[in-house]
C-alpha cells in the first residue's frame, strides 16, 4: 500500500524559510511524479508544485513561483518542497501525493488535484510573527 509521511512544518515568521520533507513507504517513490498541495482554512486545497519520476521536470503555482523549490532524492525514497520568502498567505496544511500513472505524461508531472491518488496526512505550516 502506498504510503506518503509529510514532515518539517511549523511556526515561521514571514520571510522565514522551511523545508518539507515527504517520505514514501510500501513503494519506490521513483515510480511516480510527485506533487504539493495545500490547503488553507475554508479553501479549496491547491497544487503547489509538482515534480516528474526523473526529477527532471517541475512545476509551480505562480503564487510561490521563485519561492519554493521542489526535489527528490529517489535514493532516500524522499522528495522535498524547500520554501522561502515565506509570507503569511502561505499558512496552510500542506500534503504530498503521488499521481496515478494512468495520468502520468512521461518526464511530465502534473498539479491537478484529480490526477492524484495516494495522499499523506500532511504537515501545518504556519507563518506570522
Known amino acids: 500500500q502506498l504510503q506518503l509521511v509529510e514532515s518539517g512544518g511549523g511556526l515561521v515568521q514571514p520571510g522565514g524559510s522551511l523545508r518539507l520533507s515527504c517520505a514514501a513507504s510500501?513503494?519506490?517513490?521513483?515510480?511516480?511524479?510527485i506533487g504539493w498541495f495545500r490547503q488553507a482554512p475554508g479553501k479549496e486545497r491547491e497544487g503547489v508544485s509538482c515534480?516528474?519520476?526523473?526529477?527532471?521536470?517541475?512545476k509551480y503555482a505562480d503564487s510561490v513561483k521563485g519561492r519554493f523549490t521542489i526535489s527528490r532524492d529517489n535514493a532516500k525514497n524522499t522528495v522535498y518542497l524547500q520554501m522561502k520568502s515565506l509570507k503569511p498567505e502561505d499558512t496552510a496544511v500542506y500534503y504530498c501525493?503521488?499521481?496515478?500513472?494512468?495520468?502520468?505524461?512521461?518526464?511530465?508531472?502534473?498539479?491537478?488535484?484529480?490526477?492524484?491518488?495516494?495522499w499523506g496526512q500532511g504537515t501545518q505550516v504556519t507563518v506570522s510573527s
Open positions: 501525493a503521488a499521481q496515478k500513472p494512468i495520468t502520468t505524461v512521461p518526464a511530465m508531472c502534473s498539479m491537478r488535484r484529480i490526477n492524484f491518488g495516494s
Open positions: 515534480i516528474s519520476k526523473s526529477g527532471g521536470s517541475t
Open positions: 510500501g513503494f519506490t517513490l521513483d515510480d511516480y511524479a
